[in-house]
């Protein structure tokens, strides 16, 4: 199988980062900041951040990262940095063989500062870059919700590995969920999902474990003919997707059943595994620019599960451009079959909106 070592260490990686932010959502102390843009980052996000980098530098020396956060707070703040430090100390995978393929413990303080500021690619089109969200939908962690531990490999700007780990999803590919209902607040028993992709292998989905990898199986997209009985995925934040819009686009395609809402790329993986059917985000502002990394993942997941991924265009999310798709506004996911419709319909809600 094609990038066979690169799917495993993501999956390792993106599993251990997984068991820190399990540990912040169980202790008191978040450690929550708000960034320039007024959004949340917690300890958990930089904790993440640096087991993950540490992992990829580990196991591919000369490759890049584009990382969400940077270690500048914690320079600056050392009750911060000690934390963080104790978080990533304590975050292990209780088998040692899967751990050392990760490159074990990180040392020192400096080498966990230095491994979350090593996410500061630009990005762009040639090579091998990572995109990396340690905690994508904070303000769903913060909530109790949906959130997942994101990191893709892009291959000359195409998202070529994707993988997932949503702590607080079903296990269960049959589950369809509404985060609404408060439902995920605890991650118990039967909950834990890695969802993963390889361009042109398959996606798959295994219970999130605390050692060594799950067996992963197939995982498709719903076949779906009849609009009416869609499920439409969306954000929980109104600040991040317009729900008015996703609603009146529903409402065209003659869907009959409510959206379901939830935090972070677990909208990919929900529709990528047939418990949804529809990713819609259309944009609230005509100035944010997607990030890369809230997206590349989840991108390859659903188009190796049948799927079809693009702007509220039509266009497609051109991830070879820096660190953001500043070329794309919105996004929208479906089946194949129904793809070239619902983006009729997108088209149709945008052009009635004045911009
Ligand atoms: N105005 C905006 N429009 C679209 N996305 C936004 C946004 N402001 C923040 N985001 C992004 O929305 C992501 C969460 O997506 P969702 O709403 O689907 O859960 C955030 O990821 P983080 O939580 O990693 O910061 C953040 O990058
Ligand atoms: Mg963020
Ligand atoms: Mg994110
Ligand atoms: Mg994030």
């Given amino acids: 199988m094609a990038y066979e070592k690169e799917l495993e260490i993501a999956m ?12 912040v959502y169980t202790s008191h102390t978040k450690g929550t900041l708000s960034k320039s843009d007024s959004s949340p980052v917690t300890i958990g996000d930089f904790g993440a951040q640096g087991l993950i980098i540490a992992s990829i530098k580990h ?26 430090w104790d978080l990533v100390q304590t975050a292990k995978l209780d088998d040692a063989s899967e751990e050392e393929k990760i490159g074990g413990p990180i040392s020192s303080v400096e080498k966990m500062l230095d491994a979350i500021d090593s996410g500061r690619s630009q990005g762009g089109p040639s090579g091998r870059i990572w995109a990396l969200d340690p905690i994508d939908g904070t303000k769903g962690f913060l909530r109790g919700g949906q959130y997942a531990v994101c990191l893709a490999l892009l291959v000359d700007g195409v998202p070529t590995v994707g993988v997932l780990g949503c702590p607080n999803l079903p296990i269960s590919d049959d589950v369809v969920i509404d985060s609404s209902t408060g439902a995920h607040a605890d991650s118990g028993e039967g909950k834990g999902v890695l969802f993963a992709a390889v361009k042109g292998e398959g996606a798959t989905s295994r219970p999130l474990t605390s050692g060594a990898l799950a067996e992963g199986k197939k995982i498709s997209m719903k076949p779906l003919e009849d609009l009416t009985q869609a499920t439409v995925c969306e954000g929980v934040e109104a600040g991040h997707s317009s729900h ?8 065209k395609l003659g869907v009959t059943k409510p959206s379901v809402r939830l935090d972070s790329q677990a909208k990919y993986g929900s529709i990528a595994r047939g418990a ?34 693009a702007d509220a265009w039509g266009k497609p999310l051109d991830f070879s451009i820096g660190r953001t798709l500043k070329e794309n506004k919105g996004v929208v996911a479906a089946p ?9 319909v997108v088209k149709e809600v945008l052009d009635a909106k004045e911009w």
């Fill in 12 to 23: 390792l990686a993106v599993q251990r980062a997984a068991l820190l932010t399990k540990s």
């Fill in 244 to 251: 008015g819009d996703n609603a009146a686009i529903a409402t």
């Fill in 276 to 309: 949804g059917d529809l990713y819609l985000r259309l944009p609230v502002s005509k100035a944010y620019q997607e990030k890369i990394w809230d997206h590349a993942a989840g991108v390859v997941i659903v188009q190796e599960a049948g799927g079809e991924v």
């Fill in 336 to 344: 194949k079959s129904i793809f070239p419709k619902v983006i009729e």
């Fill in 59 to 84: 196991a591919f020396p000369s490759d890049e990262v584009v990382g969400e956060e940077d270690a500048d707070d914690l320079r600056s703040d050392a009750q911060l940095r000690d934390l963080v």
